[in-house]
T-cell receptor, first 113, second 115 residues
Framework: DGGITQSPKYLFRKEGQNVTLSCEQN?????MYWYRQDPGQGLRLIYY???????QKGDIAEGYSVSREKKESFPLTVTSAQKNPTAFYLC????????????FGEGSWLTVV | AQTVTQSQPEMSVQEAETVTLSCTYD???????LFWYKQPPSRQMILVIR??????QNATENRFSVNFQKAAKSFSLKISDSQLGDAAMYFC????????????FGAGTRLTVKP
């Protein structure tokens, strides 16, 4: 089935640790995104990538890093510099046609312990 | 900067009835897209409906329709014949242009459907 797969679904991070959230898509989409969602709030853009080996910061990129070595993959690393990382993280990709709609993965919960 | 405002943090509707969720946005652009996404308890964001600003006709998808008032910068979602499965958070979103990567989301409206 075509879609966007995020893993793990739940992740716990200790203070000072870096953790990486995986995002894989088999939709052949060029553009991919990472959003953060805090309770009671909408989504905020962390990073996006238009094509392989290129990515741009969104509104809240501090404390996060990404890579885009393959079209299908756009992993997000939450570094120890991110002081408040507990949140729900959503990966998305965008169709090049049909209104350029953004489609989302199922999300990953990150909790600091 | 473009902003999206959903003024109703919570709404409720009786099963089989109709409910309208409000959304306003602020932009000086003429080319943009508007979206409604549904987020059920599973937390996955699901596209409900999309509207291109250049189209005068309101978008419709089965029981879901929008009232797009471009001059008023209003984009409300109407859900007809509400079902229990419609219970979710609903987010209004705005994106400038066809290839722009900056999509702005409202804070969401939590819809409860009463049996």
């Amino acid at each position: 089935d075509g879609g966007i797969t995020q893993s793990p679904k739940y992740l716990f991070r200790k203070e000072g640790q870096n953790v990486t959230l995986s995002c894989e898509q088999n939709l052949n989409h060029d553009a991919m995104y990472w959003y953060r969602q805090d309770p009671g709030q909408g989504l905020r853009l962390i990073y996006y990538s238009q094509i392989v080996n290129d990515f741009q910061k969104g509104d809240i990129a501090e404390g996060y890093s990404v890579s885009r070595e393959k079209k299908e993959s756009f992993p997000l690393t939450v570094t120890s510099a991110q002081k408040n990382p507990t949140a729900f993280y959503l990966c998305a990709s965008r169709t090049p046609v049909s209104g350029n709609t953004i489609y989302f993965g199922e999300g990953s919960w990150l909790t600091v312990v | 900067a473009q902003t999206v405002t959903q003024s109703q943090p919570e709404m409720s509707v009786q099963e089989a009835e109709t409910v309208t969720l409000s959304c306003t946005y602020d932009t000086s652009e003429s080319d943009y897209y508007l979206f409604w996404y549904k987020q059920p308890p599973s937390r996955q964001m699901i596209l409900v409906i999309r509207q291109e600003a250049y189209k005068q006709q309101n978008a419709t998808e089965n029981r879901f329709s929008v009232n797009f008032q471009k001059a008023a910068k209003s984009f409300s979602l109407k859900i007809s014949d509400s079902q229990l499965g419609d219970a979710a958070m609903y987010f209004c979103a705005y994106r400038r242009g066809a290839n722009n990567n900056d999509m702005r989301f409202g804070a969401g409206t939590r819809l409860t459907v009463k049996p």
